[in-house]
């Protein structure tokens, strides 16, 4: 890494705080979509007046402003630490779709508890409207995410899964930086 805090060459892997960050959003996202109706439930008592405004008392609400917490480490890391490099002899095309994803999968990270926030807490339903439209997107990147990594593995034969394998979280890390 020079002095300037930029990453020289990519990482061969990433590390071990990376693959936790990755994994415990993962999980906190699907809490979020699996649990969603109290918040819609929410969401209505909050615009008739019927439940205070007291962000909170609510667990969605909540966990949105962990992930929001947890989305900026990740982003810091990232620009920090990098990632590994993309397979050489996979499709540029590939490569492309893979940068796109992830780079809309930071942006919707840090814009659905932002939007999610500004709804819930001034009453407004234009970022209302933004944190459904940006569910369904991320819900739509998962599943292409998904997929692209099941690619990976069974038709183009690469190793990238292993990159981001919870077994990762057990190995040595050799990062200069506990936090990283």
Known sequence: MSNAGKVTQSP???????????????????AQYLL?????????GRLDGSLPN??????HVIV???????????????????????PEEEPQTFKLVAKVTHLAFYVILLAM????????????????DAHEVAAKVML???ILH???ALGQQIVLKTD????????????????KDALS
């Open 160 to 175: 990238v899964m292993k990159r981001m394998s919870p077994k990762n979280i057990f190995r040595p890390d050799t990062s």
């Open 64 to 86: 949105g402003i962990i992930i929001l917490a947890l989305a900026i480490w990740r982003v810091v890391l990232r620009l920090r630490l990098g990632a590994p490099a993309l």
């Open 146 to 148: 998904v997929l692209g």
């Open 54 to 59: 007291e962000p909170f008392r609510n667990p």
């Open 12 to 30: 061969s892997a990433y590390s071990r705080v990376q693959v936790v960050l990755h994994w415990v959003i993962f999980v906190l996202m699907a």
């Open 113 to 128: 508890p932002i939007s999610g926030a500004l709804a819930w807490l001034l009453g407004w339903e234009a970022p209302a």
């Open 36 to 44: 969603h109706g109290g918040i819609e439930t929410a969401w209505e």
């Open 140 to 142: 739509a990147l998962i």
